[in-house]
């Protein structure tokens, strides 16, 4: 296997994936696959109900468009890749194709922080005030709100990818990870990264940190707000109308605090252990979470629920 050239840099990268458990891969490989297929249909659905049904256009649902597009990016991004390395006993990568995947799946990610910051101060201005939210929340603002996440979030990921690329990779280039994991890369670096650790936290900072602060002081004045509404009737409406988003946004970041926050293991057996576990908590995050948000939002909206059926009504006519 080559792994090094003349500028010190390696052409490919070996995926380590689930090699050291060949039995799980086929059933793994099973599973991913049958999430993958929910995650497109169900994220197909969604964005096919908030373009044709003419009830959804306002500016909750076109967010909510673009993040079942994103949901579907984001998979996409690696879910192939994984589901091709748990088939093949050659799990190589080359140094081009890792940047490329590296990149997209940051993007999506970072993208999906601002995004939902954005749904929520949506929600925000709907049961503040929702008098001015028709002002306020207009085409002409909710459209480059999205723009801006997607901008956004694609910038911060063409930053840390390049930082990260323009290492010297020299020596080792197995990458103890189903993707190219930007943390997982960064390991492999022959050269001080110090730069890149400072440059992840300041966009970790930016794009974890403030969103759940916008997210929590939106909901801190949702909720004083909706608890001074007289009828039981009213606060129970005005909530449905954010719980679908407040779920996400708990499963979503609830879901990152438990991957990079729990203890590490000093036992060398336990190491192995939690190695495999961190794998496969990263590997369902990464499917897990987009296939749930259709299913969130199909449960706790009428709207998305009375859009489905009339989209399933309109293609048996179609069909008969």
Known sequence: METTNQTGSVSEFVLLGLSAHP????????????????ILLGNGVLILVTLLDSHLHTPMYFFLGNLSFL?????????????????????????????????????MGATECVLLSMM??????????????????????????????????????????????????CGDNVINHFTCEILAVLKLACADISINVISMGVTNMIFLGVPVLFISFSYVFILATILRIPSAEGRKKAFSTCSAHLTVVIVFYGTILFMYGKPKSKDPL??????????????????????????????????????????????????Q
């Open 71 to 107: 949901d579907i990016c984001y998979t996409t991004s690696s879910v192939p890749l994984i589901l091709d390395s748990f088939l093949t006993p050659r799990k190589t990568i080359s140094f081009s194709a890792c940047a490329g995947q590296m990149f997209l799946s940051f993007a």
């Open 120 to 169: 929520a101060f949506d929600r925000y201005v709907a049961i503040c005030n929702p008098l001015r939210y028709p002002v306020v929340m207009s085409k002409a603002v909710y459209v480059p709100m999205a723009v801006i996440s997607w901008a956004a979030g694609s910038a911060a990921s063409m930053v840390q990818t390049s930082l990260a690329m323009r290492l010297p990779f």
């Open 23 to 38: 039995k799980l891969e086929k059933t793994f490989f099973v599973l991913i696959l049958l999430m993958y297929l929910v």
């Open 270 to 319: 336990g190491a192995d252990k939690q190695d495999l576990a961190d794998k496969l908590i990263s590997l369902f995050y990464g499917v897990v979470t987009p296939m749930l948000n259709p299913i969130i939002y199909s449960l706790r909206n009428k709207d998305v629920k009375a859009a489905v059926r009339n989209l399933v009504v309109f293609q048996k006519h179609v069909t």
